[in-house]
Nanobody
Framework: QVQLVESGGGLVQAGGSLRLSCAAS????????MGWYRQAPGNQRELVAQ???????NYADSVKGRFTISRDNAKNTVHLQMNSLKPEDTGVYYC??????????????????WGQGTQVTVSS
């Protein structure tokens, strides 16, 4: 199995910055895509940013120019630098990874994993 552990959430005033990190561990063969999603109370989970293994990125329109996603393939980690935060950025942020893992017998099988979520609160 593949586990994702997030860190870096917290409370910040509007205009401030936070940096989220997510580390993947387990029987990983390769990770194709890593990303961050968020869910505000009463809303559906939405994509914030995604990055592929060749550093191709995709951002939600609402965060373009403010957030930057990056990854370290050697360490199976992904980061989200969030600047100029707004109250509407408040929510639980979840890390996601999609790739290929190894079974006990050494077979390669696809996986998709989620982290437990980290709270980001931006006060006005």
């Amino acid at each position: 199995q593949v586990q994702l552990v997030e860190s870096g959430g917290g409370l910040v005033q509007a205009g401030g910055s936070l940096r989220l990190s997510c580390a993947a561990s387990g029987s990983i063969f390769k990770i194709n895509t890593m990303g961050w999603y968020r869910q505000a109370p009463g809303n559906q989970r939405e994509l914030v940013a995604q990055i592929t293994s060749v550093d191709s990125t995709n951002y939600a329109d609402s965060v373009k120019g403010r957030f930057t996603i990056s990854r370290d393939n050697a360490k199976n980690t992904v980061h989200l630098q969030m600047n100029s935060l707004k109250p509407e950025d408040t929510g639980v942020y979840y890390c996601n990874a999609i790739g290929v893992r190894l079974t006990v017998r050494g077979n390669q099988v696809p996986f998709g994993s989620w982290g437990q979520g980290t709270q980001v609160t931006v006060s006005s």
